[in-house]
């Protein structure tokens, strides 16, 4: 079973930069696909980015195309989401999420992180 710890969130000004990392633990994580969700207050869970497990196909939701990169380093069992440009509306708690497969709608039997705050101030 695969274990995963968020860590990189915290306060930040709109339009700067955060970088979350996701840590995987347990067994190896290179065949699963590994996603970025969040979920702000009295909102439901939406789906932010993923990355294929072989690391060459994304997918981002429209609303942060363009700001936001997800990465992974297989060898150091790690995803990435870096963040440019925040804005207020991109405060939530970020979950990240492995599976065989991620889609757009977060899955209960998915392997779910803990979770890190990102605030972003106006």
């Known amino acids: 079973q695969v274990r995963l710890v968020e860590s990189g969130g915290g306060l930040v000004q709109a339009g700067g930069s955060l970088r979350l990392s996701c840590a995987a633990s347990?067994?190896?994580?290179?065949?699963?696909?590994m996603g970025w969700f969040r979920q702000a207050p009295g909102k439901e869970r939406e789906f932010v980015a993923r990355?294929?497990?072989?690391?060459?196909?994304?997918y981002y939701a429209d609303s942060v195309k363009g700001r936001f990169t997800i990465s992974r380093d297989n060898a150091k069992n790690t995803v990435y989401l870096q963040m440019n440009s925040l804005k207020p509306e991109d405060t939530a708690v970020y979950y990240c999420?492995?599976?065989?497969?991620?889609?757009?709608?977060?899955?209960?039997?998915?392997?779910w992180g803990q979770g890190t705050q990102v605030t972003v101030s106006s």
């Open positions: 999420a492995a599976d065989r497969g991620i889609s757009v709608v977060p899955r209960t039997d998915y392997i």
């Open positions: 990355i294929r497990w072989s690391g060459g196909t994304t």
């Open positions: 347990g067994r190896t994580f290179s065949p699963y696909s």
